[in-house]
């Protein structure tokens, strides 16, 4: 006897949760396609020499590669010839390069499947879950337009999910660099530096951040430093406030031109962001969100639960500059978003604020005795014609367990049928999720639960 | 430069066909919910102790296995620690085990993942496929009753996926046993044995099998054979058919109890699938359908293609006895059936069977000049609203280039904002699969294109 159990790592749901999962999923996509994005799917595995053109060591480490038995067999030198994604980005650029003649630019494109890594075992930590990007693919060029679509996305995604206010905030990685230009830190990776010890100052304060920053490692004037603590503090409180700090900063001195482009281009995408009927509430200017530097070059997104900012940014992304460098000689600049559902998920699970489970199973018809099954089968197929989703009891048992089955489950509706109601042509529903019961004609049936499912979800 | 491109054997689709495939995906859950089937999905990657206890050496030669980097480097002996699924029995098995204790039986769950098999490479033969499976999995018994939902679903499934006419065939291993038995061929292997002899009466005709089997390796009686012939090829034309047939069976001299048994079994199927409203020229008794014979041990089923037989079956299964005795001592009974999509989609279009799709863009908001785009974000703010999935043109260009790209795309509706159209509070719209042209109010605009889309879909 082996014992079932699945990989550490992994998050396997049982079929109330799955549902709830379920849901998100359809939202996502449903909003992803109302925005125009297309659906791509990629294989898992992909050629290793593929798939790790772009990876470095670290990635490296953590990807899953993939062997048939027979290529176990005669394993010899280097790495196994395929490997599964560890990220959507990759796949979509090999997707494109290899896709490109077939497909019409600027290319919109959704895609939500598992990813996989190798990471180090921890609570909340997974190696396989789902990621739902988007991304805008420009050939040799992409206007920063669409900069301002992915924010009406990502309002129209989470708007629907309901999982409490939240905010998405943005960033411009030009802005930043012009800024830090000005301020003397000019090389690329002693920015990456002094932003990695700006993120500390929640953690360690502003006096030990400017003590770093001053002292020997760093060696940047007091000034400077006490002008970039102000700067990574900025946080617009309306669309006015934003566009009001943006002509701040372009007219403050002397400014450089990644300064005023990177002022610019976010100047447009917060306006567009407003014509496409964002309310300002749900959109800020953050100017310490940085993101991937070697990556990203211009708009950078991070969105965060108002009420709870310790899950962190819920859907991130960026512009970059040019998507598959690796596979084509084409210029693809592009710029697209991320959700990591399955972390969401797990840790909105962990906060209490996924609501209970409504089954996707509508109406139970139950069974009182064996005869009368014919009865319930046709019963349930003119529901199923009518659209609702309905299990049938296939074996007759005491009524008071099948309605127990039914509250655990989750279904709301319960459909009896006794002789009475049989010789009749009537049958009896109770509403569980309203705790009420009425008998109507069996030819009503259908039109009726549509009527009570329209109503509003309040408890009686 | 690395070329981009897949690993062999995976169907990577471009958008036009990924929409199609998620269209199907899409109608088979939906008709899976509306059974009362429950959604599961199992995480790729199972371990490979509990992934291999069942499978023999011809499995075992197909499966994936999946490393990290640190497991590879330090590989040693036996078998890698996880491998890829590579169906969804198996992790059902598992999961039916796992969590034994918190899932309600009969236990309804729906599954739609893809699953993985080193298959060897040939045109039509795929590594990686989406099965969607579903299965009612009891404790302890499982009424034979069960097995007459799954013909329903398959019905309702194939009825809405709109790909011609099909017929469900069915016929039960008992009786085919119980049969088997009379004619003096008891044993299991043989009962295989022959009936892998009679699979070739298509190809090699009746006097071929004829004289193998009454030959030197059977040594059968010849009016056995001739019997065992007659059986096999019986394919009842109705329902009335299906019933005296097995009456016939049930009553011709001597019978065995198995075959008793798997008679009573099929006929109280076949009513009762009558009962759920199955038309009866959508199934059929087919008594040479036998599928895997050393796991199903009652109903079975096949579905073929009316017109396109050399399909060969599209949907499968059976009643089996126990579902995870490798995992449990509980015995756990059950029916399902699976649908090879990927396989199956990839034929359709090969038979040319798929109609041309239509975009999951239905409209397209053109742009004539820059200074437009506020307007025409917030014309399309409003479509979405109203529950359009509508895309926007965020770079102005020539209106013949915009209408082009709608047209290639499969997007039906064109919105059109010219200054006049924007004074007025306006907007034209071609209809592209119409072939029509109309102006209304921008208020009206949703309702209008509502009106539109319930028109029955015929071009002008």
Redesign the interface.
């Known amino acids: 006897?082996?014992?079932?159990?699945?990989?550490a790592g992994?998050l396997?749901?049982?079929?109330p949760d799955?549902?709830a999962?379920?849901r998100m999923l359809d939202v996502i996509r449903r909003n992803f396609?109302?925005?125009?994005f297309?659906?791509?799917?990629?294989?898992?595995?992909?050629?290793s020499?593929?798939l790790l053109?772009k990876s470095g060591g670290e990635t490296?480490?953590?990807?899953?590669?993939?062997?048939?038995?027979?290529a176990?067999e005669k394993?010899g030198e280097g790495?196994?010839?395929?490997a599964?994604r560890f990220d959507l980005t990759v796949p979509l650029?090999?997707?494109v390069?290899?896709?490109e003649h077939?497909?019409?630019f600027?290319f919109?494109?959704y895609q939500m499947q598992?990813v996989?890594r190798?990471e180090r075992q921890q609570r909340g930590r997974f190696r396989?879950f789902y990621q739902c990007d988007i991304d805008v693919i420009g050939k040799d060029a992409l206007?920063v337009?669409?900069d301002a679509?992915l924010p009406?996305v990502i309002h129209?995604v989470f708007s629907e999910l309901d999982i409490g206010a939240f905010t998405i905030q943005l960033n411009n990685r030009k802005l930043m660099r012009g800024f830090f230009e000005q301020q003397g830190v000019a090389d690329p990776s002693l920015q990456a530096m002094v932003l990695r010890e700006v993120d500390k100052l929640d953690k360690r304060g502003a006096d030990y951040v400017r003590e770093t920053l001053t002292g020997e490692g760093f060696g940047l004037a007091a000034d400077a430093v006490d002008r970039i603590l102000r700067f990574v503090e900025i946080r617009s409180t309306s669309h006015a406030d934003a566009i009001a700090t943006l002509d701040r900063l372009a007219n403050d001195g002397e400014v450089n031109d990644a300064l005023v482009a990177g002022v610019a281009e976010l100047r447009e995408v917060l306006?567009?962001v407003r014509?496409?009927?964002v309310p300002e509430s749900a959109y800020a200017l953050n100017l310490s969100i940085a993101r991937g530097l070697d990556y990203y070059t211009g708009t950078v997104y991070e969105t965060t639960l108002d009420d709870y900012p310790q899950i962190g940014s819920i859907c991130s992304g960026g512009r970059y500059e040019d998507l598959?460098s690796?596979?084509?000689?084409s210029k693809l600049p592009g710029v697209g978003i991320s959700i990591g559902l399955t972390r969401l998920f797990w840790q909105l699970r962990e906060a209490g604020l996924l609501g209970a489970a409504e089954?996707?199973?509508q109406v139970?018809v139950t069974q009182m005795e064996a005869a009368h099954?014919?009865h319930c089968?046709?019963v349930?197929?003119e529901l199923?014609q009518a659209?609702?989703?309905?299990?049938?009891v296939?074996?007759a048992s005491k009524l008071a367990k099948q309605f127990r089955?039914a509250d655990?489950?989750g279904i709301r509706f319960v459909v009896v049928l006794g002789d009475d109601e049989i010789a009749a042509n009537k049958v009896t529903v109770k509403d569980l999720r309203r705790e009420d019961q009425f008998q109507v004609d069996r030819a009503e049936l259908a039109s009726t639960l549509r009527v009570e499912l329209a109503q509003p979800a309040v408890r009686a």
Chains 1, 2 share one sequence.
Do not use: C, W
Request: glycine fraction near 4%.
């Open positions: 006897m082996i014992k079932p159990r699945t990989p992994v396997e749901l049982l079929p799955q549902i999962f379920q396609e109302r925005f125009g297309l659906p791509v799917e990629t294989p898992v595995m992909e050629l020499d593929v053109t490296e480490r953590q990807v899953y590669f993939v062997q048939s038995t027979g176990l394993a790495l196994p010839e395929m599964l650029a090999r997707y390069a290899e896709h077939e497909l019409a600027p919109r494109r598992r996989y190798g396989e206007s337009r669409f679509e009406a129209a306006e567009l014509a496409m009927g598959a690796h596979y084509t000689k089954s996707t199973v139970l099954l014919p089968l046709s349930a197929a199923r659209g609702f989703n309905t299990e049938v296939m074996e089955y655990r489950a």
